[in-house]
């Protein structure tokens, strides 16, 4: 039996090869289908999540374990609606390790091999790697994965048992009003001794941070123009939030454990130790927040500041202690808030001319974890609160 002439082949196989090349690319065209369908039904979920949750790291293994056992005690129930990334900014091996050890995490890496230049000499360059990495992450998770909100955790952090819940029930405020920039799970003045009430949130001109969501338009405003270094600072600038404001708790529902890093634990014992971390059950579904709406809090906010009962003189603190009464403490200028803010043990810090925490240049605190509150009023604040 002789073979037939290689021209033979070809004639008589032609159509056969052509059948067989059509099926093989429906074949493929029909798995690359599946496996975007799967890979869409998987990790990410732009359109069925609330928002992406990304733990910023770099290179503390032990710290990051924390925050993950804290994290998945209580997302494995709502991992649909809170995919969960990574993301580790640099190459430590231990980091990368921990990171992909979880199966459930998915994780981003961000090499960025270029010196940094400091502005000034002296600087710490962490903070100008931090706003980098930032950067990165948040138009790597807005844009190229289409996420409509993210929340922005940091590898020190544990989250209290209503985290997800809160920001679930706070997504709808961010999409709804405008007047809102950002929601945070956190208050800088959440020590024991200042809260008393797991419900109640509140409105600020100041940008807490440390656990917080934003959108994705919003973030599409930022991105271009976003720092070089100090990226938290720099949202706090009234230029960049153009008179929007923070949702905020009173009690928190973060716990900052970071007592090394890149502050070196400044002010970690007076202010970070002593928060309270929620442990409080709240059905934030049958929760009603539209007293948080910018019209209704601004009447509400300023007739409870207006019903305190004014306090003056030099010793602010004897004088509150004696009273069992909402009071109100007017200050005149930063100079003058941070003597008030000192005798009582709040944050003295301002920025942009705006103290932690304020609304209108108030700023609001329990009085020995009671449900008294002092109020230390600025010197325009009655004014812009229509009081």
Request: include cysteine; proline fraction near 5%; glycine fraction near 4%.
């Amino acid at each position: 039996s002789s073979s037939p002439p290689a021209n033979q082949i070809s004639r008589v196989d032609l159509p056969l090869i052509r059948f067989l090349l059509s099926v093989q690319v429906r074949h493929f065209s029909a798995q690359s289908h599946d496996a975007g369908r799967l890979a869409l039904a998987g990790a990410d979920q732009p359109d069925l999540s609330v928002a992406a949750v990304v733990i910023m790291a770099c290179n503390r293994p032990d710290y990051l374990h924390r925050t993950v056992e804290s994290i998945l005690k209580y997302q494995k129930a709502v991992a649909s609606k809170f995919p969960l990334f990574i993301s580790q900014d640099g190459t430590n091996g231990e980091v990368k390790n921990k990171a992909l050890s979880y199966t459930q995490i998915t994780f981003m890496q961000h090499v960025d091999l270029e010196p940094v230049h400091t502005e000034s000499p002296g600087e710490h360059i962490a903070y100008y790697k931090i706003a980098n990495h930032y950067k990165w992450a948040l138009d790597e998770l807005f844009t190229k994965r289409n996420f409509r909100r993210v929340i922005i955790l940091e590898d020190d952090m544990e989250i209290a048992p209503d985290f997800f819940d809160y920001f679930e029930a706070a997504a709808k405020l961010l999409d709804t009003d405008k007047s809102i920039m950002a929601v945070s799970s956190w208050n800088d003045n959440g020590q024991k001794q200042f809260v008393y009430d797991p419900k109640a949130l509140y409105r600020s001109d100041f940008f807490p941070g440390l656990g917080w969501m934003l959108t994705k338009s919003t973030w599409m405003e930022l991105s271009p123009k976003w720092p070089k270094a100090y990226w938290d600072d720099w949202v706090r600038l009234k230029e960049v939030h153009k008179d929007r404001q923070f949702i905020r708790p009173e009690v928190c529902r973060t716990y900052n454990f970071g007592e090394h890093g890149s502050s070196m634990g400044q002010f970690f014992n007076q202010y970070l130790k002593p928060i309270k971390l929620n442990d409080a059950h709240i059905d934030w579904n049958s929760e009603d927040l539209s007293y948080l709406s910018e019209d209704k809090f601004l009447i509400k906010f300023g007739k409870d500041v207006a019903n305190a009962t004014p306090v003056h003189g030099s010793d602010d603190l004897l004088k509150a202690h004696n009273l069992y009464v909402d009071v109100r403490i007017q200050y005149n200028d930063q100079g003058d808030f941070e003597r008030v803010a000192r005798q009582f043990g709040v944050f003295e810090e301002w920025k942009d001319g705006v103290p932690r925490a304020a609304y209108k240049g108030v700023v609001v605190f329990r009085y020995k974890s009671s449900r008294r509150r002092i109020y230390l009023v600025g010197p325009d604040s009655l004014r812009q609160l229509g009081v």
